[in-house]
Nanobody
Framework: QVQLVESGGGTVQPGGSLRLSCVASGFSLNVAKIGWFRRAPGKEREAVSCIETRNFPARYWDSVRGRFTISVDKPKNTVFLKMNSLKPEDTAVYHC???????????????????WGRGNQVTVSE
């Protein structure tokens, strides 16, 4: 079955860290674009980060640059999103998404991705 499954979310205090995982099954991440997006209650979906898995540079939305890091573990067919210095405004459901690689930098545009995970809740609160 072709799918993406996120895990690793939870509740953390401001300033804390979490690492989200996005496991792909039914296909390989060796040549792919993977994006992380989030949606907070009552807000529009927002891009977080993306990576083209052939060692192209990753991209980050301004609000998370310097705090979040995206990485790929090809043997595990998994993409990670390490989130440090978390803030209450990072609270959202986080989704990973797959798009076909095209030899270019990934795009922080959800229209470039056509397979989505169901999402994982991240809550940053005292």
């Amino acid at each position: 079955q072709v799918q993406l499954v996120e895990s690793g979310g939870g509740t953390v205090q401001p300033g804390g860290s979490l690492r989200l995982s996005c496991v792909a099954s039914g296909f390989s991440l060796n040549v792919a674009k993977i994006g992380w997006f989030r949606r907070a209650p009552g807000k529009e979906r927002e891009a977080v980060s993306c990576i083209e898995t052939r060692n192209f540079p990753a991209r980050y939305w301004d609000s998370v640059r310097g705090r979040f890091t995206i990485s790929v573990d090809k043997p595990k067919n998994t993409v990670f999103l390490k989130m440090n210095s978390l803030k209450p405004e990072d609270t959202a459901v986080y989704h990973c998404a797959y798009g076909p690689a095209d030899g270019l930098l990934c795009e922080l545009d959800p229209r470039e991705y056509d397979l989505w995970g169901r999402g994982n809740q991240v809550t940053v609160s005292e």
